[in-house]
């Protein structure tokens, strides 16, 4: 039996659950150097946090997370609460000695961001680890869509155009939540969604945004106070809450190697559930994908005769493709929940080996930096040409 990983798991609505499920399935289906264990499960209620707890497979649960740092059981604290309390948790648990998995955007602003890196830089002296939750990085078909670029498949990358479409808070009815709240979630859309498209192109390119140009707009200024939460939205009750962040965001961009990017990250395109479209166009060739149909990625070789040349449409479900073959036989696809089994892979494998897991707090960080760029560019307004719209 490998050493065991003793988990603390702060959180236990959405994305708690997609990491409960992730620490559980991770070593049944795959060789790991550590085995994890289900140890703790934080909630401020205990009745609910019981309950929870009981429903995904935690052995303890605790009220309060700083009782996290004393536990001698826990080795790692995983953090799925909003953005506010990020940098507080993740600090107390670094200098706690204890490794850390953070949850996407790493923290609500740069300042926040650049201390929880220092933490992260400081801890990794004694060998204590932290890692941020951009868990699409380990869908099958994005890990090889980063493949094809590190192998010079794609040439020199000229274009690169993002979207992060979803449409939960396209009714106007649709109830308040902390994700609308600018001083739990930092920022709407831009943070939440757009956040992961940033870190995406980044992956796939091997490159970094150098600067943007940004609007970002909020359609629906006030909403119903919720009266019961669902994973995602939920129904309104009584009151108006007023949405105090960004429900869309456009911006360009521009890559280190030159590429020029569009991005757009909303929850108004109405009939968009969980559309991560994500299109690369180099020299040699172009990728394309979208989310929503996560197992394929379409593949243009610019070096086949034109004659029979186009998209390719790869199922990235071959035993050769990036985690693929811990899984199911050719054909049978994967899902969402398996980003996260992957991050869980990629983690106790760099903790077993004492390496640095990525995405790194460093790499939070500079995702960061990204988002308040938009922020500013956004709010500063210059780039805007205005185009007279009278006669
Ligand atoms: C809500 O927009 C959300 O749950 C994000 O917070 C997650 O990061 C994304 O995976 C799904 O959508």
């Known amino acids: 039996m490998p050493p065991t990983l003793g988990v603390g798991l702060i959180g236990h609505a959405f994305m708690g659950a997609a990491h409960s499920h992730a620490w559980r399935t991770a070593p049944r289906f795959f060789d790991l150097p550590l085995a994890p264990e289900l140890t703790v499960l934080v909630g401020r209620d205990a009745t609910r946090v019981a309950e929870a707890a009981g429903t995904l497979g935690w052995s303890s649960t605790e009220t309060d997370w700083r009782r996290l740092l004393e536990r001698d059981d826990v080795d790692l ?20 000695g204890k490794h850390v998995l953070c949850e996407k955007p790493l923290a609500n602003t740069v300042a926040e961001a650049e201390a929880m890196a220092a933490a992260a830089e400081r801890a990794a002296a004694s060998g204590v680890r932290a890692m941020v939750g951009f868990t699409y990085r380990r869908v099958p078909a994005i890990a ?37 709240e600018k001083d739990r979630a930092g920022s709407g859309a831009l943070g939440d969604i757009g956040a992961h498209i ?24 006030k909403r119903p106070l919720p009266a019961s939460h669902g994973k995602l939205g939920g129904v309104g009750g009584e009151g108006m809450g007023e949405v105090t962040v960004d429900d869309a965001a456009v911006f360009l961009g521009r ?27 180099g020299s040699a060739g172009s990728l394309a994908f979208d989310f929503e149909d996560m197992n394929v990625l379409h593949f243009y070789d610019g070096a086949e005769p034109a004659s029979t040349a ?45 390496e640095q897991p990525t995405p ?11 988002l308040a760029a938009v922020e500013r560019s956004a709010a500063d307004n210059s780039a805007f040409t205005e185009i007279r719209t009278t006669a």
């Not at 604290?77 to 706690?96: Q, R, S, Y």
């Open 77 to 96: 604290v995983d953090i799925c609460t909003p953005g506010d309390t990020h940098a507080e948790m993740a600090i107390a648990a670094l200098e706690a």
């Open 255 to 281: 890559f280190t190697g030159g590429a020029l990017a569009t991005f757009e990250a909303t929850r108004f395109a109405l009939g968009r559930k969980n559309a991560i479209r994500i299109e690369v166009n």
């Open 360 to 370: 790194s707090f460093a790499d939070g960080l500079q995702v960061q930096r990204v």
């Open 144 to 180: 090889f869509a980063r493949q094809l670029v590190a192998d010079g498949r794609l040439g020199e990358i000229r274009h690169v155009r993002a979207q992060y479409l979803q449409d939960w808070i396209a009714d106007p009815a649709a109830p308040m939540s902390w994700r609308l």
């Open 198 to 221: 940033v870190d995406l192109t980044q992956f796939i390119t091997g490159q970094l945004l150098t600067g943007v140009s940004a609007l970002l707009e909020t359609f629906v200024k």
């Open 310 to 354: 186009g998209f390719r449409r790869i199922v990235v479900t071959e035993p050769e493709h990036p985690y693929v073959g811990a899984w199911w036989p050719a054909g049978h696809g994967l899902g969402y929940e398996h980003g996260f089994t992957h991050q869980v892979v990629d983690l106790v494998t760099a903790l077993a080996a004492g």
